[in-house]
């Protein structure tokens, strides 16, 4: 007679971390965080180290304190949940493609291709430029932007809220268009039963009193580039003459935070070689200047540039991101915001239980549009002839779109498998991976560390925050919700 086979246990993928004293693991599959009492937490080191039948697991838990009853009834949760599981068990399920038809979310409407300005380390103009503007239009016309708003409310199907982003170059180079862009859409959504929302970045060297008054009338949404004090500035946000920003745009985005009423002004920091003082600048922005939020990006390039942040240099960044860490979360135990959106993001997240197929929307439920109507993944991959995925004449180009979007899934990145934190970066930005390796589907492992260091830190926040102040979560969550 054959032996009868007897069910094993085992480990199932996490990463264990604590917070507060309290054990916690965060199950990969699931994207979803649990607390653990000390019998699980004796139980799963146990596995660890080797596979353990069903009488076995029960009575480590007995052992432990549990009863019968109690200890059978966690061993359903642990396999359901997948924290444990069996020698038979099927593989770790890795997130499932959205349909190929899946309907548009967001358009990022790049209204212009031209800029005043000229940064540096910029992904559009500076040495990393992919996109392949030379004989294409400058400027968006009023046609291709009232196309574009068609194409939304059309490919957006069934939802019942879109967003447009207005895009540059220079977004405000173009303003009036994006006044009667916006006024179009507002009469085109209401009459399709929908919603649509509105938000644009800006470098605000060109803001003027009627510009402010109509994004706060219109309650239309402002993230800010700009790198922090005068010095930081003027480093690399630079006019073609040389000459810095700083001290045009400081009295306008006072008049802007001061006189917006309708919606939150945020600001972006790129990170580069000798701007990587990330605490002052988050104070003079936050502080000083009035930001809402402040959030941080390391600058995108293939690495030789003399602005590419080096190793060294993003340690210093990670350290101080961690003290504005220890901030957001003293601030959040007291019932208060904070304004670090690279936490604040971050938290979101892990709240919502993201599990990502793709780092980001770009090719799913967002494109980005070109002054000439070609579509491409995102804005980034603007006016690059080798990236586009239809055009708004045409439509998009499934083909096109089902192969990008096939290589940056997140299964299909080798490397990612064995990473802990692939639900929530499923292998980084797809424009950095082409800028870095030449492939938009490749992992952007020059950060891995990193993300994973970062990601750890704000799962400790969350599971501090679930311990001692879990009513921040909910409201958190529902200013989420709303925003």
Known sequence: MEPISVTRYRRGEMHSFQSVGQEFMYLVSAGSIFALDQAATNVLARLDEREMSHAELVEALVAGGYDGADAEELIRELRLVRGIVTDRGAPEPGPTSPPADFPLQALVLNITNQCN???????????????????????????????????????????????????????????????????????????????????????????????????????????????????????????????????VIEPRLRKLIANHKTRAITARVTLTNGVTDVVRIYRHLKDDIGFHEV???????????????NGDGMNEVLAQFHELA?????????????GFTNVSETIGELLAGVNKSHPCGAGLGLLGVSPSGDLSPCHRFTDADTHTLGNLETGIDQDKREDFLSRGHVTAKYECQTCWARPLCAGGCHHEAFVRYGDTGHANLHYCDWIREWTDTCLKIYGALSALNPQFLERFAERKALS
């Open 295 to 309: 959030g941080f990006a390391p600058v995108t390039t293939s690495g030789d540039h003399d602005y590419s942040i």
């Open 326 to 338: 220890d901030e957001w979360l003293e601030y959040a135990l007291r019932g208060r915001m904070h």
């Open 117 to 247: 300005l000229a940064c540096t380390y910029c992904y559009e103009f500076g040495a990393d430029k992919i996109a392949t503007p030379a004989g294409k239009p400058k400027y968006m016309t009023i046609d291709t932007a009232k196309t574009s708003v068609d194409f939304l409310l059309e490919q957006s199907r069934d939802r019942g809220a879109v967003h447009i982003t207005f895009f540059g170059g220079e977004t405000l180079m173009n303003f009036k268009l994006l006044k009667e862009v916006v006024l179009y859409a507002n009469e085109a959504a209401a009459a399709a039963g929908k919603t649509i929302g509105f938000s644009l970045t800006t470098n605000a060297t060109l803001l003027t009193d009627e510009i402010i008054a109509f994004l706060s009338d219109n309650g239309i949404g402002v993230t800010v580039s700009m790198d922090g004090p005068p010095d930081l500035q003027d480093k690399h946000r630079v006019y073609k003459t040389g000459k810095g920003t700083y001290a």
